[in-house]
Structures are given as C-alpha cells and as structure tokens.
C-alpha cells in the first residue's frame, strides 16, 4: 500500500513490497470484531510465493540461506530477537511477551527440547505460537512447496496451518536461552489523543498533510 | 530501579543506571492526574550532575564529545535520528509524532533556521519542544554547568526550563531533513489485556513469575 511504500522508504535496509489486497470475503464487515476472520493471509502466503519462485534458482546454493520471519507493527522487537534466529536449523521458537491476554505464551522446554506450550488458550492446538513467536529456515520454506497459510483455519490455528507442514513439536529449536527471555512484545500502540490537531485543523492551522507521521 | 537495572542488563550496549528516588513532595497522590508534577526532573538533573562530575576531567579533550538525549519508554525511535542528532554543535531540534494531542508538534523551520514552533498548545513558551524533539551536545552541559531542569515549572515548561539556560531560538539546529521528517513518535504502550493469564494464576498455573515481561 502508499503507507507500506512510504515506510520502507524511509528504512535503513533493503526492503521490498508489494500490493497485495485483501479478498473481499476476508474483509472486515462493519461491526465484525476484529479477530473473525484471519488477518494478512494472502500477503503473508504472497511473500512465501516470492521466495519459492526468486530464490530457488540455484537450489542448495548461497540463495537458499536465509530466514523467514513474520514481523508485525504491533509488536516491539528487541534487536537480540534478530540474533537469537540467526542459527536457525528448521524453525526457531521462542516467548511473546504480552500476548493472548497472558503476561507471556512460550513453548516449554525440557532438556533442550520443546515438550510443550505455556499459554492461555486451547493448548491442544498443534503450534499454539503466535506470528512474532517462530522463524523458519529460507532452506525448509523451498523444500516443502506447498506449505503456507491456510486463511480459513479457525481462530488460533493460523500458525499451525502452516507450521505442521513444515516441522514437529519435537524438530522445535527453542531460542532465548531455552524460551526463559522475552525479546518480542505484543505491544500494540494506545490510540494517540488528536483533540488539539482537531481544533488546529477547524482553524485552518492543523499540521502539513505533507508530513508523513 | 529493579526494573531499570534489569532493562539495562538485556542491553545490547553499555549502560550505567542509577536509582534515584522521586523526593515525597513531587509524587503522584492517589487521584492526581498524571501530568500534576513534571515527572523525572530529579532522574534527569542527576544524569546532567554525573556528566558534569566525570565528563569534564580533561577539559576540552575528547571526554566532552558526546550527545545528551532524554530518551523515553513511551516513545518510539526510528534509528535514523541518532544519525541526525550526531552532528550536534549546540541543540538540535526536529519534529516529534502523535505528542501534544496533535499529529506532530515541530519546529518550524525557514532558510535554516527555527523561526518558530506548531504546537496546539500555548505556542508563547520559549521552546515548546517535547522532551523527545531535542539533543543537547556534552560541550554545551559542560560549559554552562547551573543549567538544569526545574521541576516548579509549570506543566509544559519542564524542557524549556533547561533549554532557556544553554541555547536561543536562533541557535537551534535542525535536522530531520529541516524538521520535515518525523523519526520519533509518542507511541505510548496499549495497556495489556491479562484475562487469561489472571485465570490461570487463579489455577496456579500462571506464566513464571521469573521470566521479566
């Protein structure tokens, strides 16, 4: 979109964007909560799509590494998070801070192994992880071709749709000094007051639309 | 604080922190809004103090290279603006989002120079500049050494109390593309939901009270 252009315009790295528009039967009806139905599937679906086709020329090669992760713009990030995927094997995990109306979800780790998941919510699903919660090798994305999201999954299973194509519990590399820090936060951002610019704009006065905020 | 100390032991860079207590007479009462008393004067004054006290050992050597921010936890920052605010001579200044029940509050800026301020509020004040619009560089603190934040200002007049004391409206210095940019913004931080997690410590089954959220 113009706002996704604009930001990574101003990023300090190599970015890439696309447009990519949301179906009309997965838009948001007036007075729909905002979780009825799965958010960003066929942009995230899209961008695995991009990857398969423009990194697979040469197989095995340099093109091939790389990791996968699903950033946000609710959530906070600590630039260790960044490190800790790094060494990524199959698919990294980790705590998320602040999500799931908990104080943290976080896969539990014994021995060094993922053996189950502290969360609030239907621990029976199969990666009850959210989006910020796992990385994936580049490597694993192109040698399973079909996985991806599945936008008619039930509320919860979004991540699972596309993880258990993908891996086992037991495959789970837990990060973060076994899954005990919490680098990445649900944050979300609290609605910012706009009383004064209202007043300002009624006025003729209000801030220069030109000034991207 | 415990808190503090914790936040700085996760830093990816080299912290100092120090606990300073807010004195009785400046804390919040049950029932006071928040903005009753300038908030972090005392924390900000010791901060300047430990500057002044190690900084000018060698006057005029390379101990007084260096850029006084005030950084903050409600507030989000684009990395680009500690590459903007390094050129410092004296104060730079540059817009700040989302502050001030406003889109932006900034200087405003002609032939390079700040000639005056947008802000919704009481625009008289000598430098209506948020806390987070601001860099001061260590040679300016050091040589005038009384300057320093006074917290009976009245509400809105904290940053100017310490910035009528190093700098004029003249010499302040731009940046942020002549403050047309905004790399800062006032996020704040929704307050969290924490249903599930207040259900399953009803339980004992709570999130690790030992993991730092």
């Known amino acids: 979109s113009k706002k996704t252009q604009k930001l990574s315009d101003r990023a300090t790295f190599t970015t890439l964007t696309f447009e990519i528009f949301t179906p009309f039967v997965m ?36 093109s ?50 993922v053996v189950g998941f502290h ?25 399973h071709p079909d996985a991806c999201f599945d936008g008619d999954a039930p509320q919860g299973f979004l991540e699972s749709s596309l993880l258990h194509g993908l891996v086992t519990m037991d495959e789970l590399e837990p990060r973060a000094d076994n899954c005990t820090k919490v680098l990445v936060w649900h944050t979300r951002t609290e609605k910012p007051k706009m009383k004064r610019e209202e007043a300002l704009q009624a006025q003729g006065l209000g801030s220069d639309p030109a000034v991207e905020v």
């Open 27 to 62: 838009s948001r009806s007036r007075g729909d909560p905002n979780w009825l139905k799965p958010r960003g599937v066929e942009q995230r679906n899209e961008g695995l799509r991009w990857l398969r086709e423009h990194r697979r020329a040469s197989l095995g090669g340099a």
């Open 64 to 113: 091939e590494q790389g990791i996968v992760y699903f950033a946000d713009d609710d959530n906070t990030y600590s630039l260790q998070l960044f490190q800790e995927m790094r060494n990524t094997q199959k698919v990294s995990v980790w705590p998320v801070g602040l999500v799931g109306s908990m104080k943290y979800e976080s896969p539990m780790v014994k021995g060094g192994k």
């Open 119 to 143: 969360t609030g919510w239907r621990p029976s699903r199969p990666f009850p992880i959210d989006m910020a919660g796992f990385a994936v090798s580049l490597h694993l994305i192109l040698s």
